[in-house]
């Protein structure tokens, strides 16, 4: 079983619309969850961090579950802007020296 | 002004070569990585160093052998590359501390290196 799984997608947004995807993370000592973008052919780049309580970003919301281990993002008013792959991203305890555990991502694509 | 930069940003070679891969950092971080990212998209990491020093290393063949010259270099030299070895590689780094502040901190990825081995 992966450590971090999310579903592959993708998930065809018109734009405006709004789109949510979760993860599911296998390991309860993880300590820390990301959402990390990556556009097609380039780096992945920091979206947000995801705290206990839930943030938001603009646009971004973020929520945490950890009795169920799972992460979710929610994108309001979508751009073509935001087509790109999104990835969930787990950090184990602070021992774990900056490991991240990435999921496979999820696509989305914004259409006009 | 590139905070991770990597060098080159492909390679395409040939199966039983050796190549190597730079990675420089111009952030002040005292944390790199190494991650590999395959056919499917999944980004693993593969090694890291702190100071110099080897903090991480996931199973990966004897083949692979990072290097960390100083805290703002890591480079990746891989041995007799096998078809299995093309992916794309990212570099990236970090500040890590010993403390519960290190929880959140960001790590910034280098631009890629595409390796293709024929």
């Known amino acids: 079983r992966k450590e971090v799984e999310q579903d592959p997608g993708p998930f065809n947004v018109p734009e405006g619309a709004t789109v949510a995807f979760n993860c599911t993370y296998s390991?309860?000592?993880?300590?820390?969850f990301f959402w990390y973008r990556q556009d097609c052919r380039k780096e992945p780049k920091l979206l947000m961090s995801?705290?206990?309580s839930g943030n938001e970003d603009g646009r971004f919301t973020a929520q945490l579950n950890r009795a169920s281990q799972y992460i979710s993002l929610l994108i309001r008013d979508s751009k073509l802007s935001d087509s790109a792959t999104y990835l969930c991203?787990?950090?184990?305890?602070?021992?774990?020296?900056?490991?991240?555990?990435f999921g496979a991502g999820t696509q989305v694509v914004v259409t006009p | 002004d590139t905070a991770v930069s990597q060098t080159p940003k492909y390679l395409v070679t040939q199966m039983g070569n050796d190549k190597s891969i730079k990675c420089e950092q111009n952030?002040?971080?005292?944390?790199m990585y190494w991650y590999k990212q395959d056919s499917k998209k999944f980004l693993k990491i593969m090694f890291s160093?702190?100071?110099?020093?080897?903090?991480i290393n996931e199973t990966v063949p004897n083949r692979f052998s990072p290097k960390s010259p100083d805290k703002a270099h890591l480079n990746l030299h891989i041995n007799s590359l096998e078809l299995g070895d093309s992916a794309v590689y990212f570099c990236?780094?970090?500040?890590?501390?010993?403390?519960?502040?290190?929880?959140?901190?960001?790590?910034?990825f280098g631009p890629g290196t595409r390796l293709t081995v024929l």
């Open positions: 990236a780094s970090s500040q890590e501390l010993r403390t519960e502040d290190n929880l959140y901190n960001e790590q910034f």
């Open positions: 390991n309860s000592a993880s300590q820390s």
């Open positions: 995801v705290y206990s």
């Open positions: 991203v787990v950090k184990g305890g602070t021992d774990s020296w900056g490991k991240l555990q």
């Open positions: 952030l002040g971080h005292d944390t």
């Open positions: 160093y702190n100071n110099k020093e080897l903090i």
